[in-house]
């Protein structure tokens, strides 16, 4: 049993900071994810939450492709029946426009999201330092409005983007560090998110323990990464050694049928034949930052023979290689900045005390997608973003090992996974 597995950490400090008993109503909480894969870190983090509240999780998880420029290595129908078998009550799709952008993009989306349900009172996410209060200190240091001034001033001397940024930022009062980690950063990102659409949720930093973000695994944990890695280059037991029974259950499942794991080198020459077809003005909508970069990216594009040789060809100090790998992603998918809000709420995957939040998120008349053709019911923009997340899987599942599976449609064919 998952809670069995889960018996070493009893006991253990999990959070930095939590509202003290009483103190705050605790209606759902909130989490923004890719689980890609579910493992035990993520599973020690929601049985963390549900001993210190009694109260459903509601998960906003990225689709079929991921804030690093990639595709999941899992469906994301499997990845969001791994959470809810792990401790998860409701998993929401966060839709591909914002699920494969920016770290402040992406923090944008999944808080939308949540508040958009209109049952979720706190937000939970993980950090290295586990210290809301220093969190808040480097999101006030970010807000400055002398903070991109300063940064632009050690770009011209030659500083990369990320060092320039950190060093600007604690200038400004940011604590030391806190821009040089990777859980930090997206944690202050949710905190912006939060400030700027006045979200009615309130935060939760939880201390995140274990293997590092990128790092080797420490003791039973290993980081999403790794557990690529390992899938990736076939040592699958390895990889499924460090889930949670139930979702290395269904992994193992996807593994059998040829689904998994998914790796965009299936893809190497669709890739590179649609991004030759483009002009290089072309290239500009998936430049998110509108700083040349695409000038650069279309003569990589001429010169190399693999989506690897591109970006290694288009790589500088100043540009990292996770910014670069999305915009490949875009321009082969042509997914280009959100220009609205999200028109719905797509449900991947729920248990009981999930559907009873769904019912009442219906009550208030929130437009809940369960079934892929009520899509148009829900209105044009609706309708629209999901024949476009239709076509996207549709690429997706062009990565499967096994390309018997890749059959197109089947965005439209398949329903939540109710446990």
């Known amino acids: 049993k998952l809670s069995e597995q889960l018996k070493h950490y009893k006991g253990k400090k999990v959070y930095g900071y939590l509202p003290q008993a009483g103190r705050n109503i605790v209606n759902a909480i909130g989490i923004i994810c890719e689980y890609n894969p579910f493992h035990l870190g993520h599973a020690r983090m929601l049985e963390g939450l549900r001993r210190q509240y009694d109260a459903p999780l509601v998960c906003a998880m990225s689709g079929n492709f991921v804030q690093r420029g990639d595709a999941a290595v899992a469906h994301k129908h499997a990845r969001a029946e791994m959470a809810v078998r792990c401790g998860a009550d409701l998993v929401l799709e966060l839709p591909t426009p914002w699920a494969m952008a920016s770290a402040e993009r992406f923090a944008d989306g999944g808080v939308e999201l949540l508040t958009s349900t209109g049952v979720v009172s706190h937000l939970a996410f993980g950090s290295e330092c586990g210290d809301l209060t220093a969190l808040q200190a480097a999101e006030a240091a970010l807000s400055q409005p002398e903070l991109m001034p300063r940064i632009r001033q050690l770009l011209a001397q030659g ?242 090992p096994q390309s018997s599976r890749s059959v197109c449609g089947s965005d439209w064919r398949t329903n939540p996974i109710l446990l």
């Open 159 to 400: 500083m990369a983007y990320a060092p320039a940024r950190q060093q600007a930022a604690e200038e400004l009062g940011a604590p030391p560090r806190m821009l040089s980690r990777p859980n930090d950063i997206l944690a202050i990102e949710y905190l912006k998110a939060l400030r700027r659409q006045k979200a009615p949720m309130e935060p939760l930093a939880v201390l995140r323990q274990g293997a590092g973000h990128d790092g080797t695994p420490s003791g039973d944990t290993a980081s999403a990464s790794y557990l690529r890695t390992l899938l990736r280059s076939g040592r699958t037991d390895e990889a499924l050694s460090y889930l949670p029974a139930p979702a290395a259950q269904v992994l193992r499942r996807e593994l059998a049928l040829g689904q998994a794991p998914a790796d965009l080198s299936y893809c190497q020459r669709a890739i590179l034949a649609r991004l030759r077809q483009l002009r290089e003005e072309d290239f500009l909508p998936y430049d998110g930052g509108k700083e040349g970069l695409y000038h650069r990216f279309y003569q990589a594009v001429r010169t190399s023979c693999s989506p690897e040789e591109l970006l290694e060809t288009a790589k500088t100090k100043r540009y990292p290689t996770s910014r670069l790998r999305r915009m490949l992603l875009s321009a082969w998918l042509d997914v280009t900045p959100p220009t609205g809000g999200i028109p719905y709420l797509r449900v991947l995957a729920a248990n009981e005390r999930g559907r009873d939040l769904l019912r009442q998120m219906q009550r208030r008349g929130v437009p809940v997608l369960t079934r892929p053709g009520d899509a148009s019911r829900l209105g044009p923009a609706a309708e629209a973003l999901f024949r476009r997340e239709a076509l996207w899987t549709d690429l997706y599942v062009l990565t499967y």
